[in-house]
T-cell receptor
């Protein structure tokens, strides 16, 4: 079936350091799923961080970016310089046009001041 | 931005009782979803709902589960009777359309079955 695998957390980095959270996907029901990164900040609900629906394209938001790589079936999340306010749980996800989202297990990110 | 509300935020009930989880979706959205997350595990799709009907449900959506949205009011998930393994956080979501349109998620209802 369809699945998403992402970096197991927690991930701890210091403010202004670079970040990468790995995500790979497997989509058996469709060749090119839509790919997403969701984020849950402490005390808040899940919200969409960025999405890419076309293979080869890059999505970006709030300094984060991720590129849809169909060759390696990856969608890694990167940021050049993290801030303490980026501390949250990040979820990689895919949508197979079947009106449901399939999530990874989530990665806790702790940014130290 | 648009908000999805869920009521209550926490619910504790005894095994075998009925429970109804309520979701107030974004007002002009047409598609509705429930997801389940057991502590320490990933969020998993339960069911989606459109035009008064279930479109798709996962194997987690047991016969004891039902969903409805009577007359545009709350989108509800009812579990009758509850079992210990139903303890989880349940997230509601809604979207304007399906597929690649963004799903907006509620904050979740933590259900504890004793």
């Amino acid at each position: 079936g369809d699945s998403v695998t992402q970096t197991e957390g927690p991930v701890t980095v210091s403010e202004s350091e670079s970040l990468i959270i790995n995500c790979t996907y497997s989509a058996t029901s469709i060749a090119y799923p839509n790919l997403f990164w969701y984020v849950r900040y402490p005390g808040e609900g899940l919200q969409l961080l960025l999405k890419v629906i076309t293979a080869g394209q890059k999505g970006s938001s709030r300094g984060f970016e991720a590129t849809y790589n169909k060759e390696t079936t990856s969608f890694h999340l990167q940021k050049a310089s993290v801030q303490e306010s980026d501390s949250a749980v990040y979820y990689c996800a895919l949508d197979t046009n079947a009106y449901k989202v399939i999530f990874g297990k989530g990665t806790h990110l702790h940014v130290l001041p | 931005g648009p908000k999805v509300l869920q009521i209550p935020s926490h619910q504790i009930i005894d095994m075998g009782q009925m429970v109804t989880l309520n979701c107030d979706p974004v007002s002009n959205h047409l598609y509705f979803y429930w997801y389940k997350q057991i502590l320490g595990q990933q969020m998993e799709f339960l069911v989606n709902f459109y035009n008064g009907k279930v479109m798709e449900k996962s194997k987690l959506f047991k016969d004891q589960f039902s969903v409805e949205r009577p007359d545009g009011s709350y989108f509800t998930l009812k579990i009758q009777p509850t079992a210990l393994e139903d303890s989880a956080v349940y997230f509601c979501a809604s979207s304007l359309e399906g597929s690649s349109y963004e799903q907006y998620f509620g904050p979740g209802t933590r259900l504890t079955v004793l």
